[in-house]
């Protein structure tokens, strides 16, 4: 039994191979099929096709005598999918090409499976079957998709692509701070992770509920959602409101976290110090609002309560400068600190930076840290001022804008998030 769990579990072994590029076929070929069974109608490239296209794929890798057989096979394949278009096309008025791409990419996952990269295999499975499954969310999306957002984006991507290869991966100013492709390349990931946050805030957002929106639009900015839900808590269910908040603050550290781990998850130097203060706030966060969504509202309160969250996106060039310049800015004022002042210089600048964005406090940071212009020490507590400090002056936002009712209610729990960050950081500092 174990030789054949052995043999099996070998990516080379072409009986694994099939297994692997049968069930990628299934998985590919029956949203098809669902379809297919749900309109009452004939396709060409259904579920039984679709696997022996995949299994075709990988069998033609079999031959290593014949190394340009894949090639063969997959003219040929090209040639069916070019008859059975045709046909469509002028037989039955179908001009759509996406399950004629959809069999052509198919025979080459195939292939993939054979030359043993499986996980690249996979991973075009998936994004093929996201891009079938999903043909109505995306076409709405991109009918909501402003021209003046398509242009912005637009602008970055080719700056990116143009600029960022050619930016200097040294540092360019005396004090060895400032080295312009590490910069840029941060700025492009926030922007990404809000990009993300806005595409899906922007087509789900206004038709979910307040929970769903606070976690979208957090992605893009947890003090947006904050503000935004305060400041209806003169005419909406200020518990539900409030677990908007609760949810918007747990969001934001989940991000800070994966932050944190992008930038130094690999580096020789990494302490898990680090991570110690989201890690506690994000469980004490998930345990405050499981508390009062069970205390405070019933499910189809939630349900029912809808609140529709402006956002602008952040893939566009003056947000992405504006983050850059921040970025920028702090790192130069971290280093400077350090330098004239000792810790306390940089430990003040960390401070005041924190009420306006704990990212770039964070990442500035981390980023001095792996140039050698801070040291791991300051980072931990840089980490932690960020954090429990951008958490804490919510509480101050939700006062000013929503009121004494609003802040009494998520006085505590913020607090309590706060503080589950401070303690869990100096007992483990402490070991």
């Known amino acids: 039994?174990?030789?054949?769990?052995?043999?099996?579990?070998n990516p080379s072994n072409q009986i694994y191979q099939i297994f692997i590029a049968l069930f990628l076929g299934i998985f590919l070929g029956l949203r098809k099929e669902m379809w297919i069974q749900k309109n009452k109608t004939v396709a060409v490239f259904g579920l039984r096709t679709t696997i022996?296209?995949?299994?075709?794929?990988?069998?033609?890798?079999?031959?290593?005598?014949?190394?340009?057989?894949?090639?063969?096979?997959?003219?040929?394949?090209?040639?069916?999918?070019?008859?059975?278009?045709?046909?469509?096309?002028?037989?039955?008025?179908?001009?759509?090409?996406t399950s004629e791409f959809q069999a052509l990419i198919a025979f080459w996952i195939g292939v993939l499976v054979g030359y043993e990269k499986v996980f690249t295999a996979i991973i075009l499975t998936v994004i093929l079957s996201i891009l079938m499954a999903y043909k109505?969310?995306?076409?709405?999306?991109?009918?909501?998709?402003?021209?003046?957002?398509?242009?912005?984006?637009?602008?970055?991507?080719?700056?990116?692509?143009?600029?960022?290869?050619?930016?200097?991966?040294?540092?360019?100013?005396?004090?060895?701070?400032?080295?312009?492709?590490?910069?840029?390349?941060?700025?492009?990931?926030?922007?990404?992770?809000g990009f993300i946050g806005y595409?899906?805030?922007?087509?789900?957002?206004?038709?979910?509920?307040?929970?769903?929106?606070?976690?979208?639009?957090?992605?893009?900015?947890?003090?947006?959602?904050?503000?935004?839900?305060?400041?209806?808590?003169?005419?909406?269910?200020?518990?539900?409101?409030?677990?908007?908040?609760?949810?918007?603050?747990?969001?934001?550290?989940?991000?800070?976290?994966?932050?944190?781990?992008t930038l130094l998850g690999g580096y020789s130097e990494?302490?898990?110090?680090?991570?110690?203060?989201?890690?506690?706030?994000?469980?004490?966060?998930?345990?405050l609002v499981f508390i009062y969504r069970k205390k405070y509202c019933r499910a189809e309160n939630i349900k029912d309560f809808k609140h529709k969250l402006e956002v602008k996106s952040p893939f566009e060039i003056l947000p992405a400068l504006k983050f850059g310049f921040l970025f920028s800015a702090i790192l130069f004022a971290i280093y400077f600190g350090n330098k004239y002042f000792g810790q306390i210089g940089g430990y003040f600048v960390v401070f005041l930076s924190s009420f306006t964005d704990a990212d770039a406090v964070v990442l500035s940071t981390a980023e001095s840290f792996k140039t050698g212009g801070a040291t791991g020490t300051f980072l931990a507590y840089t980490i932690l001022i960020a954090t429990v400090?951008?958490?804490?002056?919510?509480?101050?936002?939700?006062?000013?804008?929503?009121?004494?009712?609003?802040?009494?209610?998520?006085?505590?729990?913020?607090?309590?998030?706060?503080?589950?960050?401070?303690?869990?950081?100096?007992?483990?500092?402490?070991?």
Do not use: C
């Open 389 to 431: 400090l951008n958490t804490l002056v919510k509480s101050l936002y939700i006062y000013l804008i929503g009121g004494k009712e609003i802040f009494k209610l998520t006085l505590l729990p913020i607090v309590l998030i706060s503080l589950s960050g401070i303690l869990s950081f100096f007992i483990f500092i402490s070991i």
């Open 270 to 287: 990494f302490n898990y110090i680090f991570i110690i203060p989201s890690i506690f706030m994000i469980l004490s966060s998930v345990i």
């Open 52 to 97: 022996l296209i995949v299994m075709l794929g990988t069998i033609s890798t079999f031959f290593t005598d014949l190394p340009y057989l894949p090639i063969v096979f997959f003219l040929a394949i090209f040639t069916f999918v070019a008859i059975a278009y045709f046909n469509g096309v002028f037989k039955l008025n179908l001009i759509g090409l």
């Open 136 to 193: 109505e969310n995306f076409h709405n999306f991109a009918k909501n998709f402003s021209l003046k957002e398509y242009s912005g984006s637009l602008k970055l991507l080719i700056i990116t692509a143009v600029v960022l290869p050619f930016l200097p991966t040294e540092p360019i100013d005396p004090w060895g701070v400032f080295i312009p492709f590490n910069i840029w390349l941060i700025v492009i990931f926030i922007s990404s992770i």
């Open 1 to 9: 039994m174990e030789e054949v769990l052995t043999l099996l579990s």
């Open 199 to 261: 595409f899906l805030n922007k087509y789900f957002g206004s038709r979910k509920s307040v929970m769903l929106t606070s976690v979208l639009g957090s992605l893009v900015s947890s003090t947006i959602v904050t503000t935004s839900l305060a400041s209806k808590s003169k005419t909406s269910n200020i518990k539900i409101l409030s677990i908007g908040i609760l949810i918007s603050i747990l969001v934001m550290q989940i991000r800070i976290l994966i932050e944190i781990l």
